[in-house]
């Protein structure tokens, strides 16, 4: 039975081995590439891999063994969010219910609605194409080709959802491409996190409660900016702006 046939083309520099092993606590063996990087060059998101052998040491439920070979799994993240700053930051923003809220606010608005489902086929389509081509008839035999190359962020089936926004901003750092995904990028830089984890130690709030009337402002506002975005991109590559 045939293996995995992908292998790192170039080993990563010492300096970023060792920042994702720090940040992971272990070292991924389906790591790509760097995908983005903060102001003193140290990863932030990391590209990777479909297939993967390992996780940690403990191969997921959906492994299966290749002949002798070791152990192999679908992996649906295409792009990482690893930096341990910028997800602590996104935790906050989830945990006064920013997901629900920008879920019903994108489903309103056909521009963001658009943006969306093409950030998760664009998604999609780079995970398959990602993978050589006998990896490709590797997770077709196995039966992971609708699951590698149908669902969208993370592995999302439903791709006008969201799912947590760490992967979402992990896609847009990355590519410049996901309206989810700029939404917390803007947010992190209004500071909105620091806002909204004041907010959560003032009043306990817990997730799924409603943003205060600030917060549902400051958060209006920028959605409305990415729609306008979103509606030019249309006409364009389908890819929002990034400055990171």
């Given at each position: ?36 990087r ?12 479909p ?10 439920r959906?492994a ?25 930051k996104?935790?906050k ?19 963001l ?54 992967m ?77």
């Amino acid at each position: 039975m045939r293996e995995v046939a992908w292998r790192r083309a170039a080993a990563l520099a010492p300096g970023d081995t060792r920042a994702i092993t720090r940040n992971l606590g272990f070292f991924p063996s389906n790591v790509h590439s760097v995908a983005a990087r903060d102001t003193s060059d140290a990863p932030t998101v990391l590209q990777m891999y479909p297939l993967s052998t390992s996780l940690n040491g403990s191969p997921g439920r959906r492994a299966v063994t290749r002949g002798s070979g070791p152990r192999v799994q679908p992996w649906t993240t295409l792009f990482w969010l690893v930096c341990p700053t910028l997800r602590s930051k996104i935790s906050k923003l989830e945990a006064v219910g920013f997901i629900p809220y920008l879920q019903a606010s994108i489903s309103e608005h056909p521009a963001l609605m658009h943006g969306m489902v093409g950030a998760h086929a664009r998604y999609a389509d780079a995970r398959w194409t990602s993978l050589v081509e006998s990896d490709q008839e590797l997770a077709c035999e196995i039966g992971w080709e609708a699951r590698l190359r149908e669902t969208g962020v993370g592995g999302m089936v439903g791709t006008a959802q969201l799912k947590c926004l760490h992967m979402h901003c992990g896609h847009y750092l990355a590519t410049g491409d996901n309206p989810a995904g700029r939404w917390v990028s803007l947010a992190l830089e209004e500071e909105l996190a620091e806002t909204a984890g004041a907010l959560q130690r003032e009043c306990g709030q817990s997730p799924g409660v409603m943003l205060d009337a600030s917060l549902r402002s400051s958060a209006s506002s920028l959605l409305m900016a990415i729609e306008r975005e979103c509606s030019d991109a249309a006409d364009g590559e389908g890819v929002l702006p990034n400055d990171h």
